[in-house]
């Protein structure tokens, strides 16, 4: 068996130049989901969502992205998750996504805000009845001392409401507002592509090689 140190494979999808890229880094960001999606990757809108508690403790957590728009990012969770209060003190978040199969990684870091009610309203009532339903039942983050106490919270509320359930109001959105992204393309023997996307002090998105 391979240790872990010999553990390593060529990276040899794609190359990356600075004349592929689309000026703009969300369209190029739109491109790559597209391509990932189109390949059927498992988990292709797939995020790390990385974000510092009030200590300046880095955390992550897996999210999944559910809107590009023309100000940023957006995902689901609930408020009062460790992520919500973390994003409380700080709401400074960074976006990592990986997709093996094209050898590619993203990073996007930027500001985060709340998405509105009717945003949170709107998406909460188009997911599967049963979502719905675990996502109320669920204090997201909160410990619970057993299995059985939350299926017992999940029964209870099917008692209760009939074919529909509210919203939490603690259940939400954020959207993160790009001001940085890196493309990274896996490369042979490690010399990988690399381009960075930074905004001038007119807004303009500059694009920058760097190495490996
Ligand atoms: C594939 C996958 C998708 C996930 N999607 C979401 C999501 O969209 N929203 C969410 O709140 N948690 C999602 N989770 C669960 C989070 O990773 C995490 O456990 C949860 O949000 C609690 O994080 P926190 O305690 O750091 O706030 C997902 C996990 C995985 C593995």
Known sequence: MTTLADTR?????SSLSKKQLNQNPVEQ???WLD????AEFKDATCMTLSTTD???MPDSRIVLLKQIDESGFSWYTNYTSHKGQQLLHNPQACLLFYWRDADRQVKIQGQVEKLSTKEA????HSRPLDSQFSAAASKQSQ??????????KLEQLKKTNANTVDRPESWGGYRLLPESFEF???RENRLHDRFTYTKDDSGKWLITRLQP
């Open 121 to 124: 309203e709107e998406y909460f």
């Open 35 to 38: 391509q990932a999606k189109q």
């Open 54 to 56: 009030k200590n300046g």
């Open 29 to 31: 960001m739109k491109l």
């Open 143 to 152: 410990p619970i001392g057993s299995r059985k106490q939350l299926e017992d």
């Open 184 to 186: 990274w393309q896996g």
């Open 9 to 13: 494979r060529e990276y040899d999808f």
